[in-house]
């Protein structure tokens, strides 16, 4: 990849490296928990870009936090195969960090148990931020924080269990249900009170989903109300410039990053050298970008140990990777196409490797985005802040229904 200095370098870090629990995190970044996307071959060339921005400054450690997809405590306590596979982690990869989704305190708590005693995990983040329909309908999710002591008694139970082997616990939120049922203030402090070691938020409301634009405004009034422990900002980072300027605007003591870094893993570059100070940034040819492809689509295969099952998993990437580029609408069909690391080869042989990276038609939003929505919720969810015995047996079917890891 070839890093481009396009100003004097800064003369000081934007920000110290970010404490989490026990763990220090040089470049205080966090790659976001994408379902069927941060899986352990993503994370391996998301690590291998944060190392290079990172060095850039002279650091040295973990140079950001790279979070599993969410894996379901139902899943985790049944030990079914494809979540036992998905909570693995690369021998080098420090913290090793997973993320969990819940809506019963005793499996949750029982999950915790499994990634302590087993030493599966170094960090254990719990997902309170999820807009999914099949997830929300049963109250979790981003629906779960409305009722208090349901959300103050899952994050209790597993930071109780974690913190038996010092593993730090973590909160992933949004804004609210929608914008007439917000919750992040009331989750924030009682999170805090219960013990967890940092705060994420997303600053969309689950009826938002993935569309419009980011509430800056409530991750700053989040970092003033909850004191005692770091609160990162999610939402609208689409490049170090967005980060940067989500950090003046709102004070955080960190980012997370989702849909930026899709195609993108050199974000992570860009990334850590922002926050070490200096203004180089990563601005790959076409080759280089498909160089990274091919690197991506290895590391499937090893993590699937299926070379067919890993080109399936690579097509998705392919428009992400080749935003903005003049890669031409037949290839770009064949590759989304592509069942072989051959047939891969082939088509990325094709390509002009000399195409210089196209700038703006580059950047900005990637992946998916829709439109603002109604929650689907369980029936009369919103009456209460409390959890009623009705919706208690809606939680406990929704953890059985939702368990495929």
């Not at 195969?81 to 990869?93: A, C, K, N, V």
């Not at 924080?145 to 949004?174: C, H, N, S, Y």
């Not at 009034?221 to 900002?233: F, I, N, R």
């Not at 939402?235 to 993108?264: H, P, Q, Y």
């Amino acid at each position: 990849m070839t890093d481009v200095l396009t100003s004097p370098a800064r003369p000081a870090s934007v920000l110290p490296p970010l404490r989490i629990g026990r763990h220090v995190i040089e470049s205080p970044v966090v790659l976001a928990p994408m379902a069927g996307i941060t899986n352990r071959a993503f994370r391996r060339l998301c690590r291998e870009y944060g190392r290079e921005g990172t060095a850039l400054g002279g650091a040295s450690g973990a140079t950001s936090l790279y979070v599993s997809e969410m894996i379901t405590t139902r899943a985790l306590v049944e030990r079914n195969p494809e979540t036992m596979r998905l909570i693995e982690h690369d021998p080098d990869e420090s913290p090793r960090s997973v993320q969990l989704y819940s809506v019963d305190p005793a499996t949750a708590r029982a999950a915790a148990r499994i990634i302590a005693q087993e030493d599966r995990a170094d960090h254990i983040d719990l997902n309170f931020g999820c807009p999914v329909p099949k997830v929300t309908r049963k109250g979790g999710g981003s629906a779960l924080p409305w009722k208090r002591d349901l959300f103050r008694a899952i994050v209790g139970a597993v930071v109780q269990e974690a913190a038996r082997r010092e593993i730090p616990v973590t909160v992933k939120m949004r804004t609210g249900i929608d914008e007439d049922h917000l919750t992040y203030l009331d989750a924030g402090l009682a999170a805090e009170q219960e013990g967890v070691a940092a705060l994420a938020l997303h600053a969309r409301t689950a009826a938002q989903a993935y569309s419009g634009t980011a509430d800056w405004s409530a991750i700053r009034l989040l970092k003033q109300t909850v004191t005692s422990v770091p609160v990162l900002g999610n939402g609208d980072i689409w490049s170090a410039e967005d980060a940067l300027r989500m950090v003046a605007e709102t004070g955080v003591d960190g980012v997370v990053v989702g849909r930026g870094c899709l195609g993108r893993p050199w974000l992570f570059t860009d990334l850590a050298a922002a926050f070490v100070g200096t203004t180089a940034r990563v601005t790959p040819t076409l080759g280089e970008v498909a160089d990274t492809l091919r690197q991506h689509t290895e590391y499937l295969v090893d993590f699937y140990g299926d070379e067919h099952r890993a080109c399936r998993d690579i097509r998705k990437h392919i428009a992400w990777y080749l935003k903005g580029f003049p890669a031409g609408s037949t290839v770009r069909s064949s590759l989304a196409l592509v069942d072989s690391i051959a047939a891969l080869d082939t088509l990325l042989a094709g390509l002009d490797r000399d195409a210089p990276w196209p700038g703006e038609p580059a950047e900005g939003q990637r992946g998916r985005a829709g439109s603002p929505r109604r929650v689907a919720l369980p029936e009369h969810w919103l009456d209460s802040r409390e959890l009623s015995e009705q919706h208690r047996h809606t939680i406990a079917e929704a953890e059985l229904s939702i368990s495929g890891g």
